[in-house]
Structure formats: structure tokens, C-alpha cells
């Protein structure tokens, strides 16, 4: 056990709708990062929030967002989904900018 | 893309042999880190090796980092059936943020 927890583990929804991901990072850990893993893109880097301000930008499309509150969790919110927005969703906490601890993710089905 | 290489992407040993994967990468790192991933589930760290160290060891891990050919490999001496999983080599700059290689899937038959 990692430490992070992400809810919901399994979402299954339709095309055009949205949804929030939620992450709770390991106790201390003031950075959080977002993943997605796809079987055909691998593993891309999202987005990162360090103690709630965004700190580094990836391969995130606009209709997604993040945001990290005050208690250090963090949402992503994917609107307007695609079939290829299937995935599945990994968020990492880190003390600092070396090992990344990782949740059991979050398994996204867009019908 | 900016992801990096690994190679091979799928190995299959006996148990007891040795498995070494190799990686890739294409910008300048902080740091060059090794991630196991069991069959679609979490991440788990294995290994960090700085940009400033040619070598290191954790138990039955070797890592190695060339950074003048911006390459990685990773070393599992006397492998078990529980080694079988895939590993990804990540690497690291100045935010922190990880850029993953494509992962050599592991198969150690008992």
C-alpha cells in the first residue's frame, strides 16, 4: 500500500458526459501528479500541483482540468468525453522531486 | 513525443536467470527512476539513480545511467516468478514530472 488513494477505482460512462477523479496523497506529500494510461499513448504525465498551485503542464487535453485543494487532495475533471479518453487514470505523490508513490488508479470506460 | 525507449519490450526468462532491460531517454534528467507495474494495477518505485552516479544497487537490482548516450538499464539478478510484471524506466528533470518509457513486460517462468 502506496499510502494514495484515488476514488472511484472502476467508472464506467457515455460519450459527452463528465466526470471527477479524486486523489488523496500520502500523508506530508505536498506535490501531486495526474497520469493516464492508455494502451496506445503508454503512460503520459498530465498535470502537477505542488501545495495547490500548478506547477508543471503535460499532455493534457482542455477539456480536462485539475485543481489541488488546501488539504493537499486533488480532482481532475475530464468533460466532454471520447471514447479514446478510456484509461486508466494514475495519481502520484512525492515529498520532493524524486520517487513518486502511486495510487491503484482509477479504470475510465467511455461508452 | 517526448517519451523514451525501452528495450526489449518483452522478455521471458527462467527462474533463477538474470533479466536486464534496457532504456532510453530524450531530454537532460535530475534523475532516472525504475517502476514495476503488475498487471494494470499501481506503480511501485523500485530504484533511483541520480544524474551524477554511473551506478547503483538495491538488493537484487542494478541500475546503470550513461547520460552521455541518455541511456538506463536495469539488472534483476536471480529472478523469481514474482519478478513477472512490467518495468518502466522514468525520467526526471527540474519539476519533477515523469516521463515514462513504452516498459519491458517481464515473464519469469518457475
Known amino acids: 500500500d502506496s499510502g494514495v488513494t484515488q476514488t472511484p477505482k472502476h467508472l464506467i460512462t457515455a460519450t459527452g458526459q463528465r466526470v471527477t477523479l479524486r486523489c488523496s496523497p500520502r500523508?506530508?506529500?505536498?506535490?501531486v501528479y495526474w497520469y493516464q494510461q492508455s494502451l496506445d499513448q503508454g503512460l503520459q504525465f498530465l498535470i502537477q500541483y505542488y501545495n495547490g498551485e500548478e506547477r508543471a503542464k503535460g499532455n493534457i487535453l482542455e477539456r480536462f482540468s485539475a485543481q489541488q485543494f488546501p488539504d493537499l487532495h486533488s480532482e481532475l475533471n475530464l468533460s466532454s468525453l471520447e471514447l479514446g479518453d478510456s484509461a486508466l487514470y494514475f495519481c502520484a505523490s512525492s515529498v520532493s522531486n524524486y520517487e513518486q508513490y502511486f495510487g491503484p488508479g482509477t479504470r475510465l470506460t467511455v461508452t | 513525443s517526448q517519451q523514451g525507449e525501452e528495450d526489449p519490450q518483452a522478455l521471458s526468462i527462467q527462474e533463477g536467470e538474470n533479466a536486464t532491460m534496457n532504456c532510453s531517454y530524450k531530454?537532460?534528467?535530475?534523475?532516472l527512476q525504475w517502476y514495476r507495474q503488475n498487471s494494470g494495477r499501481g506503480l511501485v518505485h523500485l530504484i533511483l539513480?541520480?544524474?551524477?552516479?554511473r551506478e547503483k544497487h538495491s538488493g537484487r537490482l542494478r541500475v546503470t545511467l550513461d547520460t552521455s548516450k541518455k541511456s538506463s538499464s536495469l539488472l534483476i539478478t536471480a529472478s523469481r516468478a514474482a519478478d513477472t510484471a512490467s518495468y518502466f524506466c522514468?525520467?526526471?528533470?527540474?519539476?519533477?514530472?515523469?516521463?515514462f518509457g513504452q516498459g519491458t513486460t517481464l515473464q519469469v517462468k518457475p
Open positions: 539513480i541520480r544524474s551524477n552516479e
Open positions: 500523508s506530508g506529500d505536498l506535490s
Open positions: 522514468a525520467s526526471s528533470g527540474n519539476t519533477g514530472k515523469l516521463i
Open positions: 531530454t537532460s534528467i535530475n534523475n
